[in-house]
């Protein structure tokens, strides 16, 4: 089956679609007692966190979003143990692959999760209350506040933290900007915020991280130069930039109080401020020499 960028293929998982099968939905048949919730995720490869991400989701969720766009590991045989509703889609970009989940998901409020993003007990107890309780019909989103991990190593300080995402959103007031990197949802109406931590297992060493900052650098460089934004690729910017960042997250945001494990982080972080002018100035380089 050829599928084109706007479709994505369910595949049948045998578990009967809730919001299908379900007559004169309502709160009384919700896991929460309040409105329906759906949670999306999409993956690719992501066998070594997707059971942690999946089984808080489990206890939660009315329906599980889960788009896939080509794993070659464990990653689909781990999901449908969860009783996800399972799509195929190949690879659109950060935003409009998530979009794209959003848009297949039935629930009145929707969490979108990342494929190593893990709710712990509180957070989960924190949202069947919200939910439960009703949610002020001028609220159309809540910021969770995030918690990075290397490894098993939270990082606290140094400006990795709390670094709040906007995730739980009422179905049909927000979507993920359209950007190559770093996206983020906006909606239409009043965010809050919740209070207990989402636990986010991004990368297993400081190596891996290193890697993902220096591919994040080459996106937000290609989306800066289709944005034309020359002033970003000036050779100044390559030399204060980091220098501020570095100062900023070690000083300001305490990474001092971080310990060695911050002091790397924040190298790495100020380098890839370093390279995104880099990279931005190259293809400035390469465009006029082309055209």
């Not at 049948?12 to 709160?27: D, I, M």
């Not at 712990?120 to 989103?141: K, M």
């Not at 400006?159 to 906006?186: M, N, W």
Request: with cysteine; glycine share 8%; aromatic share 10%.
């Amino acid at each position: 089956m050829t599928l084109g960028r706007s479709s994505a293929e369910e595949i049948e998982s045998g578990v009967p679609h809730p919001f299908r099968e379900a007559k004169g939905w309502g709160a009384a048949t919700t896991k929460t007692g309040g409105p329906p919730l759906s949670v999306t995720i999409v993956a690719l490869n992501e066998e070594r966190t997707i059971a942690d991400v999946l089984a808080p989701a489990a206890e939660l969720a009315d329906e599980i979003v889960f788009l896939d766009s080509g794993s070659t590991d464990r990653t689909i045989e781990i999901a449908q143990r969860f009783g996800v509703r399972l799509y195929h889609q190949p690879w659109l970009g950060y935003s409009e692959q998530k979009n794209k989940a959003l848009d297949l998901a039935q629930g009145e409020w929707i969490l979108s999760l990342d494929a190593d993003e893990v709710m712990p007990p509180t957070l989960v107890a924190e949202i069947r209350r919200l939910l439960r309780a009703g949610i002020p019909a001028d609220i159309a989103g809540f910021r969770i506040p995030r918690m990075l991990f290397i490894g098993e190593a939270p990082v606290r300080r140094g400006g990795f933290y709390p670094d709040a995402q906007l995730r739980l959103i009422r179905k049909g007031r927000g979507r993920f900007c359209p950007r190559l990197v770093h996206e983020s949802i906006t909606v239409e109406g009043k965010v809050a915020k919740l209070k207990h931590d989402l636990l986010h297992y991004a990368y297993k060493d400081v190596d891996e991280f290193a890697q993902a900052m220096d591919h994040y650098a080459r996106l937000s460089a290609q989306h800066y130069f289709e944005q034309r934004s020359r002033w970003r690729g000036h050779p100044v910017n390559e030399v204060l930039h980091p220098l501020w960042t570095l100062f900023y997250r070690q000083i300001v945001r305490g990474g001092l109080l971080g310990g060695p494990l911050c002091w790397r982080l924040n190298r790495i972080y100020a380098d890839y401020v370093r390279k995104k002018v880099l990279y931005l100035r190259q293809l400035q380089d390469a465009g006029r020499f082309l055209g």
